[in-house]
């Protein structure tokens, strides 16, 4: 159980760098992009805004995956996942907290590491929600109608 919290943690670690260093970076580029057009997202297409916003956050979730995915192929003893191509789908599916049971980890230690994930998945889903509420919300106020 400790080697699976232990993975958990670390895992859950470079998930949250991943996703602050690309929302971080995501964010100054919406800032120096309103700076150029006059301070004002509004010139920026509030539809391109959101399209863009969603496929960095998007982009930022399959990253994430990617890495919890390599970790089950590299692990010793997980289970049914053999391929890179059945640990991204567990993984995915485990991420965004689905757990549709086809693909499962059996036994100790490692079947920890997977709800692990998906308290993680959740966790990084309610900031990719927060950041894109707050597009949106960044857009309304411009617009006036606050």
Known sequence: MIPAILVGVLLT???????GVGTTWWIQRLITHSDSAGSN???LRPMRV???TATVLLLLHVAE???WAAVYIL???VGEVRSFEEAAYFS???FASLGYGDLVIEG???RLLSAIQAMTGLLVFGWSSALFFAV???MWFVAGLE
């Open 75 to 77: 692990l010793p003893d």
């Open 50 to 52: 959101l399209c863009w």
């Open 41 to 43: 997202l509004q010139q």
């Open 136 to 138: 949106v919300q960044r």
């Open 13 to 19: 670690v470079v998930t949250v760098v991943i996703h």
């Open 108 to 110: 100790p230690p490692w």
């Open 65 to 67: 995956i990617s890495v």
């Open 92 to 94: 995915t599916v485990t």
